[in-house]
């Protein structure tokens, strides 16, 4: 499904203005994936809760999200958490209940991904360390 005009000026306004702002602010939650065509590393701002040895998110635009498409060639990841580094295993979970996935995971974080998301998709990423 391509991308409404909507999604386009929510993705051009996170990756040029508030992911560009959010990425420095130290106890910003940052996921850094490897980028599938050049190889560097990606970091990307979410929001979302660790519960134990896993941290779950929910995507706003699902496998059309640059980051996902990154896990999707390769779930090696970190993860940033309150200023400190993890690696993990994402995993990609299209048959979880975004929505209902959402009422366990922080409210602010959720408000964008709701006012915006137009393909919910659930992310789980198993802790390694």
Not at 1 to 23: G, L, S, W
Not at 54 to 81: C, H, K
């Amino acid at each position: 499904m391509p991308d409404t005009r909507r999604d386009r000026a929510t993705k051009f306004f996170q990756k040029n203005i508030a992911n560009r702002v959010m990425r420095h602010m130290p106890f910003q939650t940052l996921l850094e994936t490897t980028g599938r065509q050049s190889g560097k590393p990606r970091r990307t701002p979410i929001g979302g809760r660790r519960f134990g040895q896993a941290f779950w998110f929910v995507s706003e635009f699902g496998d059309r999200s640059q980051y996902v498409r990154n896990i999707m060639a390769d779930p090696t990841v970190r993860l940033r958490l309150n200023g400190r580094w993890h690696r993990g295993t994402a995993h990609l979970l299209p048959d979880d209940d975004a929505r209902a996935r959402m009422r366990s995971l922080p409210q602010f974080n959720n408000l964008g991904v709701r006012t915006f998301g137009t393909n919910l998709l659930s992310v789980r990423i198993d802790l390694t360390d």
